[in-house]
């Protein structure tokens, strides 16, 4: 099975329950979700004319809609041989749930890795058992796709993005018919405004959720 990958790197993943653990990023090429304030516009299409080949994609100087298509294996060999020494790969988008992830997490688990799925819970999550999943659920987005209940189930930690009191309220409605008993719950404050912050500090203190507050963006890394 070939992912169809927009860029690959190593760095500290800055959200949620694995903030601070060194991580190889692998972005997936495809989003048709459509949330306003994506930072990633620049993975929603997957324009046949924009595939090169995997040398250009490890040089991009910024970010850009060209892709490559990558097995497992043959991302397994990248990450030796830029001597990545992080242990935990982060499958990210675009929306990484479009793909089979089964095939990937396998084998990234076979050679000794640990994974992380970061979706939009838009889609069915075909990931192995032992894969971490984290599920930022987006509600109501332009694309006109639903979160779906599975996803939340199989969820292991659920990061809302917030910024106003209406993102509680729908969180909270996801969260009615999930059993949240063995899962993490993150608030996110959306593009680092102080007021979705103060909102979202507010409400981990009520309800005892956590923050989650985009330490790379802090830091200005990637
Ligand atoms: S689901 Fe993620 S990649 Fe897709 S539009 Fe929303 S924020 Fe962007």
């Known amino acids: 099975m070939l992912y169809k990958v927009n860029e690959i790197f190593e760095t500290i993943q800055g959200e949620g329950s694995f903030t601070g653990v060194p991580a190889i990023f692998v972005r997936l090429q495809g989003c048709p979700v459509g949330c306003a304030w994506c930072d990633t516009k620049h993975t929603w299409l997957v324009n046949p004319e924009l595939e090169v080949k995997l040398d250009k994609v490890m040089a991009k100087a910024a970010d850009t809609e060209q892709w490559t298509s990558l097995s497992a294996e043959q991302m397994l060999t990248l990450f030796e041989s830029e001597g990545y020494q992080a242990r935990h790969v982060v499958i990210t988008g675009g929306e990484p749930c479009m793909y ?3 095939p990937l997490c396998n084998t990234l688990h076979n050679a000794g890795y640990q994974t992380q799925i970061e979706t939009s819970g838009t889609f069915e999550i075909l990931v192995p058992p032992e894969s971490w ?6 509600v109501n987005m332009k694309g006109g ?3 779906l209940q599975s996803a939340l ?3 292991d930690e659920i990061k809302h993005p917030v910024a ?3 993102h509680i309220e729908q969180l909270l409605q996801l969260l009615n018919d999930t059993d949240t008993g063995n899962k993490l719950i993150y608030l996110q404050p959306i593009s680092q405004q102080a007021k ?3 909102l979202a500090i507010a409400y981990c203190k009520k309800y005892n959720w956590r923050l989650s507050v985009q330490v790379h963006k802090y830091l200005g890394i990637e």
Do not use: E, F, G
């Open 133 to 138: 999943v984290t599920v930022s659920p987006k």
């Open 100 to 102: 089979d992830l089964k």
């Open 164 to 166: 106003m009191d209406k």
């Open 145 to 147: 796709y639903k979160v």
């Open 153 to 155: 189930d199989r969820a």
């Open 196 to 198: 979705a912050t103060a």
